[in-house]
């Protein structure tokens, strides 16, 4: 049993202990982001290479709790692009590579990764897309146990009644873990392009499927338990409506995350403004846009929103509001998320696919 002697203390280890014990029984479960569209290669594997450009670089960070323990952190950076287009029967092979990494809490029990992903993306007609897209890489899970404090270290001689050179009597130690891993996903898109460069009369939406850890990798940190990773579920769809001849669009979006016995569910919608039209005549300078939105996370937080784009760069940020019964620790504080996307620019109108 873990102990401490005052209100933070307790919360700090409390939660600490659920991390610990969330991971021995084997329902650890995975990073994610508030703002899910900005990190694909996380959503779906067939999402790679799925956008109008030829390079396209994302990074992410995300800190959260940190009124609660201390600050959970989150990194992530992505890379795809889209290859031997017009040449697969006039589809686009999308390949890609993504890092991250997370801590969380007082004794940092954190996760690296490094995916590889491919995608194919087939076109049923000038208007939709059919993709599929598998994702494959290495993971270490980690935790320090040595921050954890345990009741046989408690010691009324001390200033605060803790004495962490007293041994824990704990004969369990942590080992860290290294498994492979192994993603797949289907996707839909429907793209119905604006008639004009003004029009803004575009119509976009994108259904996905997804299943991450195929083969359900060993989780635990304890030799002695023999537990496996649930596979994870992502139903996501997205859409891009845009007022005729106006420069207002609105964003709906969703997603629906399972995992074992966890459940995550994110709603909303953006609503754009078009600062700038794009290049007339070429694709050398894309639209300035300013983007403002709010997402609600089921019965967790709601979720705030800004986003920039401008020329090539996207930048976009979040901050989560807690509304749950964790808000009376939290203070409503959740996390604030921050996005950098950076893309090339498409030589030719033909090749717009998203």
Known sequence: ?????????????????????????????????????????????ALTGAFNADHRIIANYKSQWRSVSKTYMTYGLSYDMGILKDRLNGGILGIGVQLYNDQAGINKMGL???????????????????????????????????????????DPTSADGYNSGLPSGESSTFSNKIYGDISAGVMWSYNLQQTTITSNNNKKVTVGVSLFHINRPKQTFFDVVDKKM?????????????????????????????????????????FRYRLKESSRYTNFETETALSIGCHYRVGDAVILLAQLDWKNFMVGVSYDVNISQLASSSKGAGGLEVSVRYITPLFSNKQRMY
């Open 1 to 45: 049993m873990l102990w401490c002697d005052n209100n933070m203390r307790i919360k700090k280890i409390v939660v600490s202990s659920l991390l610990v014990c969330v991971s021995v029984i084997g329902c650890a479960q995975d990073i994610h982001f508030s703002q899910f569209d900005k990190a694909p290669l996380s959503l779906n594997p």
């Open 112 to 154: 690296t990764q490094a995916n590889i992903s491919v995608a194919y993306h087939l076109p049923l007609n000038r208007k939709n897309f059919l993709t599929a897209g598998i994702q494959g890489g290495f993971a270490q899970r980690r935790i320090t146990g040595g921050s954890m404090q345990w009741d046989n270290q408690y």
């Open 230 to 270: 649930y596979m994870k579920l992502a139903v996501h769809v997205s859409s891009y409506i845009g007022f005729n001849n106006s420069n207002f669009s609105i964003l709906p979006s969703g997603v629906w995350f399972n995992q074992g016995p966890a459940n995550d569910i994110i709603i909303g919608s953006m």
